[in-house]
């Protein structure tokens, strides 16, 4: 659909967002324009037009309220960027459906819905998750959309990262193209349901790393994965859907996971005191977290110089005077 129609504007009086009022929800009778923002009841997160880094392009997106350092979280139309937000609305549709339209009209993003509404709001949450929902109704399981179904490139807390079994919808996570462009870079952080499920990151359409299949307790890949003082984590597999998700034991703390360009999967936690974000570990902690650096039949042990050796009963296939060629990875040769 190019253009939306504009009579939809004239079947009820629209009411426009001041920026100075903090309010949660929106219903069909109001805009979100330039300069406008929805806060979250308890003022954690705040939707509005922002641009990220050097960009002088607008965004309808998410990010933390309170802090000193502007994070986006969510980005509605991270394909579509906007060069004029004068003019530009956020509204909700009386069928359900959230649409950006420009100055002239054109659609530049919407949401969908998974069945027809009959009142419906849009909330966002002190999560950070945009929710469409019939209004009353707070249970997540009933709502319209969620912006948690369409992440970015962050993993929140609560947030699935999995698959639907029934919609066929998959929950994952997609870089930025750069700091200034938030559209699709090339990494994705997918959970793979098939089988044992595990995760894997992927650049372009070739595995990067892998997380190793769930145990029943974690990745098996992802020895750090363990009990902590900061978050839970578990694994749920149904009939409904298959999905991995982490719950922070503070909630007033600021955390979020986030696929980075280079294909580093990273965990931030905001420091009040230095008004910054702290690295507080990342995923693929060491180069044998690679797939498949050593090859077939091959064995790494990051202790070891050169990480890569055969496993018993197996030879180097090429040799070379004091280097060993495996795919595209070249490691000095172990000569016993």
Sequence with gaps: ?????????????????????????????????????IVSAGGTYELGFFSPGKSKNRYLGIWYSKISVQ???WVANRETPLNDSSGVILRLTNQGILVLLNRSGSLIWSSNISRPAKNPVAQLLDSGNLVVKEEGDDNLENSLWQSFEHPGDTFMPDMKQGRNRITGMDWYMTSWKSPDDPSRGNITYILVPYGYPEILVMEDSRVKYRSGPWNGMRFSGTPHLKPNPVYTFGFVF?????????????SSKLWRVVASQNGDITNFVWVDKTQSWLLYGTANTDNCERYSLCG????????????????????PKIKKTGMQWIGQVAVLERFL
């Excluded at 504009?6 to 300069?35: H, K, P, Y």
């Excluded at 149904?238 to 503070?250: G, P, S, V």
């Excluded at 091959?298 to 890569?308: D, K, L, Q, Y």
Aim: with cysteine; glycine share 4%; hydrophobic share 40%.
């Design 238 to 250: 149904n009939d409904k859907e298959i999905f991995y998700r982490y719950h922070l034991l503070n």
């Design 71 to 73: 994070t986006a979280v």
């Design 1 to 37: 659909m190019k253009y939306f129609p504009m009579l939809l504007f004239c079947s009820s009086l629209l009411l426009i967002i001041e920026s100075s009022t903090a309010i949660d929800t929106i219903n069909t009778t109001q805009l979100v324009r330039e300069g406008d923002t």
């Design 296 to 315: 077939a039949n091959g064995i790494c042990s990051i202790s070891n110089s050169p990480v890569c050796d055969c496993l018993n009963g197996f030879v």
